[in-house]
Protein backbone atom coordinates (compact mmCIF):
# COMPACT_ATOMS: atom_id res chain seq x y z
CA UNK A 1 0.00 0.00 0.00
CA UNK A 2 1.21 3.94 -0.23
CA UNK A 3 0.24 6.76 1.90
CA UNK A 4 -0.83 10.45 -0.56
CA UNK A 5 -0.81 13.47 0.58
CA UNK A 6 -2.24 15.75 -1.51
CA UNK A 7 -2.32 19.90 -1.00
CA UNK A 8 -4.52 21.73 -1.00
CA UNK A 9 -7.25 19.23 -0.26
CA UNK A 10 -9.45 22.35 -1.62
CA UNK A 11 -9.32 26.49 -3.42
CA UNK A 12 -11.47 28.39 -4.48
CA UNK A 13 -9.43 30.46 -7.60
CA UNK A 14 -9.90 33.41 -9.75
CA UNK A 15 -10.80 32.60 -13.57
CA UNK A 16 -7.41 32.85 -15.35
CA UNK A 17 -4.96 32.23 -12.17
CA UNK A 18 -2.92 28.86 -11.86
CA UNK A 19 -2.87 26.42 -9.26
CA UNK A 20 -0.34 24.07 -8.15
CA UNK A 21 -1.20 20.83 -6.69
CA UNK A 22 1.28 18.45 -4.87
CA UNK A 23 0.99 14.82 -4.35
CA UNK A 24 3.96 13.41 -1.89
CA UNK A 25 3.76 9.60 -1.51
CA UNK A 26 5.33 7.50 1.26
CA UNK A 27 7.87 5.35 -0.46
CA UNK A 28 9.47 5.54 -3.28
CA UNK A 29 7.31 4.75 -7.20
CA UNK A 30 7.97 4.34 -10.99
CA UNK A 31 4.76 6.09 -11.92
CA UNK A 32 2.55 8.55 -10.83
CA UNK A 33 -0.16 9.29 -12.26
CA UNK A 34 -3.13 12.45 -12.47
CA UNK A 35 -6.73 11.98 -13.11
CA UNK A 36 -9.82 14.23 -12.84
CA UNK A 37 -12.97 13.52 -11.50
CA UNK A 38 -15.63 15.82 -12.42
CA UNK A 39 -19.20 15.92 -10.48
CA UNK A 40 -20.98 12.79 -10.98
CA UNK A 41 -18.45 11.65 -13.58
CA UNK A 42 -15.35 8.65 -14.12
CA UNK A 43 -12.05 9.46 -13.45
CA UNK A 44 -10.16 10.47 -16.38
CA UNK A 45 -6.25 9.83 -16.62
CA UNK A 46 -4.94 13.29 -17.21
CA UNK A 47 -1.25 12.35 -17.75
CA UNK A 48 1.37 9.98 -16.56
CA UNK A 49 4.43 11.14 -14.90
CA UNK A 50 7.79 9.37 -14.84
CA UNK A 51 10.61 10.29 -12.91
CA UNK A 52 13.65 11.63 -15.09
CA UNK A 53 11.49 11.92 -18.10
CA UNK A 54 8.22 14.51 -19.71
CA UNK A 55 4.75 13.44 -18.39
CA UNK A 56 2.47 11.46 -21.17
CA UNK A 57 -0.73 13.35 -21.49
CA UNK A 58 -3.89 11.61 -22.70
CA UNK A 59 -5.90 12.97 -25.61
CA UNK A 60 -7.68 16.17 -24.55
CA UNK A 61 -4.78 16.85 -22.17
CA UNK A 62 -1.98 19.38 -23.46
CA UNK A 63 1.20 19.99 -21.23
CA UNK A 64 0.27 23.99 -21.56
CA UNK A 65 -2.54 23.34 -19.72
CA UNK A 66 -1.31 20.55 -17.17
CA UNK A 67 2.39 21.31 -16.68
CA UNK A 68 3.68 18.41 -14.14
CA UNK A 69 6.62 17.88 -12.88
CA UNK A 70 8.03 14.70 -11.31
CA UNK A 71 11.48 15.78 -9.59
CA UNK A 72 12.14 12.49 -7.34
CA UNK A 73 10.39 9.04 -7.14
CA UNK A 74 8.30 10.28 -4.11
CA UNK A 75 6.86 13.68 -5.37
CA UNK A 76 4.70 15.43 -8.12
CA UNK A 77 3.19 18.70 -8.87
CA UNK A 78 0.01 19.12 -11.75
CA UNK A 79 -0.12 22.27 -12.08
CA UNK A 80 -3.91 23.67 -13.60
CA UNK A 81 -3.09 26.79 -15.75
CA UNK A 82 -4.91 29.79 -16.77
CA UNK A 83 -8.37 28.30 -15.13
CA UNK A 84 -11.58 28.52 -16.40
CA UNK A 85 -14.94 27.66 -14.39
CA UNK A 86 -14.80 24.08 -16.57
CA UNK A 87 -11.52 23.30 -15.09
CA UNK A 88 -13.45 23.02 -11.32
CA UNK A 89 -12.75 19.01 -10.47
CA UNK A 90 -11.38 16.98 -7.86
CA UNK A 91 -7.84 16.83 -9.04
CA UNK A 92 -6.47 13.07 -7.99
CA UNK A 93 -3.05 11.70 -7.87
CA UNK A 94 -2.69 8.14 -8.08
CA UNK A 95 0.62 5.22 -7.84
CA UNK A 96 0.62 1.76 -8.48
CA UNK A 97 3.09 0.50 -5.95
CA UNK A 98 3.52 -2.81 -7.38
CA UNK A 99 4.18 -2.48 -10.80
CA UNK A 100 1.87 -4.12 -13.34
CA UNK A 101 -0.37 -5.22 -10.85
CA UNK A 102 -2.99 -2.43 -11.59
CA UNK A 103 -3.75 -1.77 -7.89
CA UNK A 104 -3.99 1.77 -7.56
CA UNK A 105 -3.60 3.77 -4.44
CA UNK A 106 -5.20 7.70 -4.48
CA UNK A 107 -4.47 10.53 -2.63
CA UNK A 108 -7.53 12.09 -1.32
CA UNK A 109 -7.74 14.66 -4.22
CA UNK A 110 -7.86 18.62 -4.47
CA UNK A 111 -11.29 19.77 -5.21
CA UNK A 112 -10.72 23.00 -6.94
CA UNK A 113 -13.90 25.60 -7.68
CA UNK A 114 -13.09 28.37 -10.35
CA UNK A 115 -15.05 31.20 -10.22
CA UNK B 1 -13.70 2.27 -28.27
CA UNK B 2 -12.65 1.10 -25.23
CA UNK B 3 -15.40 1.63 -21.97
CA UNK B 4 -17.21 1.08 -18.85
CA UNK B 5 -20.42 1.22 -18.21
CA UNK B 6 -21.77 0.90 -14.74
CA UNK B 7 -25.25 0.31 -13.47
CA UNK B 8 -27.48 1.47 -11.58
CA UNK B 9 -26.26 4.71 -10.79
CA UNK B 10 -27.64 4.70 -7.44
CA UNK B 11 -29.09 1.96 -5.26
CA UNK B 12 -30.98 2.15 -1.71
CA UNK B 13 -30.95 -1.01 -0.27
CA UNK B 14 -32.34 -1.63 3.50
CA UNK B 15 -29.65 -3.14 6.05
CA UNK B 16 -29.60 -6.91 5.04
CA UNK B 17 -31.26 -6.40 1.64
CA UNK B 18 -28.33 -8.18 -0.65
CA UNK B 19 -28.11 -6.74 -3.98
CA UNK B 20 -25.96 -7.06 -7.19
CA UNK B 21 -24.04 -3.79 -9.04
CA UNK B 22 -22.88 -4.12 -12.65
CA UNK B 23 -20.17 -3.34 -14.75
CA UNK B 24 -20.56 -3.85 -17.94
CA UNK B 25 -16.92 -2.98 -20.44
CA UNK B 26 -15.81 -3.06 -23.81
CA UNK B 27 -11.77 -3.25 -24.08
CA UNK B 28 -9.99 -4.67 -26.72
CA UNK B 29 -7.73 -7.17 -24.84
CA UNK B 30 -8.83 -6.99 -20.92
CA UNK B 31 -5.72 -7.59 -18.68
CA UNK B 32 -7.57 -6.95 -15.65
CA UNK B 33 -10.86 -5.36 -14.01
CA UNK B 34 -10.36 -3.51 -10.57
CA UNK B 35 -13.07 -2.70 -8.28
CA UNK B 36 -12.70 0.66 -5.97
CA UNK B 37 -14.88 2.31 -3.41
CA UNK B 38 -14.90 5.58 -2.96
CA UNK B 39 -16.38 7.50 0.24
CA UNK B 40 -17.29 11.33 0.13
CA UNK B 41 -14.36 13.56 0.09
CA UNK B 42 -11.81 10.82 -0.14
CA UNK B 43 -10.04 9.17 -3.11
CA UNK B 44 -11.08 5.62 -4.33
CA UNK B 45 -9.88 2.57 -2.15
CA UNK B 46 -9.12 -0.57 -3.95
CA UNK B 47 -11.27 -3.67 -3.30
CA UNK B 48 -10.38 -6.10 -5.96
CA UNK B 49 -8.23 -7.48 -9.05
CA UNK B 50 -10.36 -9.97 -11.65
CA UNK B 51 -7.65 -11.25 -14.53
CA UNK B 52 -9.89 -13.74 -16.17
CA UNK B 53 -12.98 -15.05 -16.50
CA UNK B 54 -14.85 -17.06 -13.97
CA UNK B 55 -12.67 -15.32 -11.95
CA UNK B 56 -14.01 -14.85 -7.95
CA UNK B 57 -12.84 -12.16 -5.27
CA UNK B 58 -14.50 -12.04 -1.76
CA UNK B 59 -13.76 -9.58 0.62
CA UNK B 60 -16.52 -9.48 3.97
CA UNK B 61 -19.79 -8.73 2.47
CA UNK B 62 -18.41 -7.87 -0.97
CA UNK B 63 -18.04 -10.86 -3.89
CA UNK B 64 -16.83 -9.59 -7.16
CA UNK B 65 -17.03 -12.00 -10.76
CA UNK B 66 -16.26 -11.53 -13.75
CA UNK B 67 -17.62 -13.01 -17.68
CA UNK B 68 -16.58 -11.89 -20.94
CA UNK B 69 -18.40 -9.03 -20.79
CA UNK B 70 -19.14 -7.75 -17.25
CA UNK B 71 -18.64 -8.04 -13.92
CA UNK B 72 -21.04 -8.16 -10.48
CA UNK B 73 -19.82 -6.84 -7.44
CA UNK B 74 -22.45 -8.84 -5.12
CA UNK B 75 -23.27 -7.35 -1.76
CA UNK B 76 -24.96 -9.58 1.02
CA UNK B 77 -26.42 -8.35 4.12
CA UNK B 78 -25.14 -4.93 3.65
CA UNK B 79 -24.40 -2.67 6.33
CA UNK B 80 -24.87 1.19 6.40
CA UNK B 81 -20.93 1.27 6.59
CA UNK B 82 -21.20 -0.37 3.13
CA UNK B 83 -22.43 2.74 1.69
CA UNK B 84 -20.09 3.97 -0.64
CA UNK B 85 -19.84 5.12 -4.29
CA UNK B 86 -18.19 1.78 -5.62
CA UNK B 87 -16.12 2.17 -9.11
CA UNK B 88 -15.31 -0.79 -12.12
CA UNK B 89 -11.98 -0.17 -13.75
CA UNK B 90 -10.39 -1.67 -16.69
CA UNK B 91 -7.12 -1.90 -18.12
CA UNK B 92 -6.50 -2.99 -21.37
CA UNK B 93 -3.12 -5.19 -22.84
CA UNK B 94 -2.78 -2.43 -25.13
CA UNK B 95 -1.29 -0.03 -22.31
CA UNK B 96 -1.21 -1.20 -18.91
CA UNK B 97 -0.72 2.41 -17.72
CA UNK B 98 -4.51 3.59 -18.95
CA UNK B 99 -7.41 2.49 -16.86
CA UNK B 100 -11.13 3.26 -18.13
CA UNK B 101 -13.19 4.00 -15.05
CA UNK B 102 -17.01 4.03 -14.80
CA UNK B 103 -18.89 6.25 -13.24
CA UNK B 104 -19.99 4.29 -10.54
CA UNK B 105 -22.43 2.90 -8.53
CA UNK B 106 -23.44 5.45 -5.14
CA UNK B 107 -24.85 2.86 -2.42
CA UNK B 108 -26.78 4.09 0.24
CA UNK B 109 -27.74 1.50 2.71
CA UNK B 110 -30.83 2.35 5.11
CA UNK B 111 -30.79 1.00 9.18
Known amino acids: SAVISQKPSRDICQRGTSLTIQCQVD?????MFWYRQQPGQSLTLIATANQGSEATYESGFVIDKFPISRPNLTFSTLTVSNMSPEDSSIYLCSVETRLNTGELFFGEGSRLTVL | EDQVTQSPEALRLQEGESSSLNCSYT??????LFWYRQDPGKGPEFLFTLYSAGEEKEKERLKATLTKKESFLHITAPKPEDSATYLC????????????FGSGTKLNVKP
Open chain 2, 27 to 32: VSGLRG
Open chain 1, 27 to 31: SQVTM
Open chain 2, 89 to 100: AVQSNDNFNKFY
